[in-house]
């Protein structure tokens, strides 16, 4: 079924819906992304000065960096409605025209994980984009007809978490593309300090940088420690989070000094402890800490990697030298993978 919905950017969020709650409302308060914050920043400015819709914007990068919130932010800035919807909601042609049919001038669609969008879709999406017309095919056979429906200028907002697989014609008809990136430790804590006011957390510096240090880079991980930090604070009493207590309510909770949880951990015992420091295949490793292969390949492996903590090789998954201390133990004098190896 296509589900799909429709955001009023005037609404305030309410405080039970955390996610929403903790997401800035405007670019002046949307924390880290600086080059793609001011040059989104421009793109707007310039199209309100010529009074038109701006071009259509594509956002790519890992998930939970700001990429919903950056279409949210979009639509508020320009003052009109948000419609949103995503690539897997989407499974014919029609699903989509009757979503573009729905749109008033001006309007930002949003579309998730566009990639994954159906084909013939995906078809109808380009002539949208371009001619702002879409092509409704009545009956089947010779006797076919397309009936073009005109439709008001609007924005488009894709968002992908795998650029690679965004097909070449439906990337090269955004105008602007945005890759973002992973956030530093100084802009992480300051968005743990500004959701901790919206929350009503009492929180230190100190353990801000706590949290953020331990939060992978991004934002959504980090509101979510934060949140749990709240909780441990608030059962035990402390009407103030401290670096002691943020790091007691993080210990509870397995998250260790690097963001690793016990996932990440679980994976990286495997190669070392049970296969020597790899190589591993990653069905055998996967089967070892009792997950999907999907899992510990979208879930474990990149931060494992990112963090040079781990390394795949066309034999296998490897633990580095700096994953065998991180673990505590001592690598044999083998474990090191060639780094001439190719990577899979």
Not at 114 to 130: D, F, V
Not at 161 to 166: D, I, Q, S, Y
Not at 262 to 289: E, H, K, N, Q, Y
Not at 315 to 333: D, F, N, Q, S
């Amino acid at each position: 079924m296509m589900e799909h919905s429709e955001v009023d950017p005037e609404v305030v969020p309410e405080e039970r819906d955390f996610e929403s709650a903790l997401r800035p409302r405007n670019l002046s308060e949307f924390g880290g992304q600086p080059r793609v914050r001011d040059q989104l920043a421009l793109v707007l400015d310039a199209a309100r000065h010529r009074g038109h819709s701006p071009d259509h914007v594509l956002l790519s990068g890992p998930p939970g960096l700001g990429k919903t919130t950056l279409a949210m932010i979009i639509a508020a800035e320009l003052g009109v409605a948000l419609r949103i919807s995503s690539g897997p909601a989407i499974t014919h042609a029609g699903d989509l025209a009757a979503i573009l049919s729905g749109l008033s001038e001006g309007d930002v669609l949003f579309l998730d994980e566009i990639h994954r969008l159906a084909r013939p879709a995906e078809e109808l999406l380009y002539l949208a984009m371009e001619d702002f017309r879409v092509d409704v095919v009545v009956g089947k056979g010779p006797g076919a007809t397309a009936i073009p429906i005109e439709l008001p200028p609007f924005t488009l907002v894709g968002a992908t978490t795998r650029a690679g697989l965004l097909p070449g014609p439906l990337r090269d008809r955004f105008g602007f593309t945005a890759q973002l990136d992973f956030y530093g430790d100084a802009d992480l804590s300051r968005i743990v300090l500004t959701s901790a006011v919206k929350l009503g957390v009492d929180i230190q510096k100190r353990a801000a940088d706590e949290i953020a240090s331990r939060s992978r880079g991004t934002p959504r991980i980090a509101n979510r420690l934060l949140r749990r930090v709240r909780d441990f604070a608030q059962v035990k009493d402390h009407p103030v989070v401290d670096l002691d207590v943020a790091r007691a309510a993080l210990e509870m909770y397995e998250v260790d000094q690097l963001g690793l949880d016990r996932l990440d951990r679980g994976v990286l015992d495997a190669i070392c402890r049970l296969f020597g420091g790899g190589p591993v295949g990653l069905s055998t490793l996967a089967l070892s800490v009792g997950e999907e292969v999907e899992t510990v390949s979208e879930v474990a492996e990149p931060f494992l990697i990112r963090e040079g903590l781990m390394m795949r090789t066309p034999r296998g998954r490897v633990a580095t030298r700096a994953g065998w201390a991180h673990m505590g133990l001592t690598p044999p004098v083998t474990s090191e993978p060639n780094l001439f190896d190719d990577i899979e």
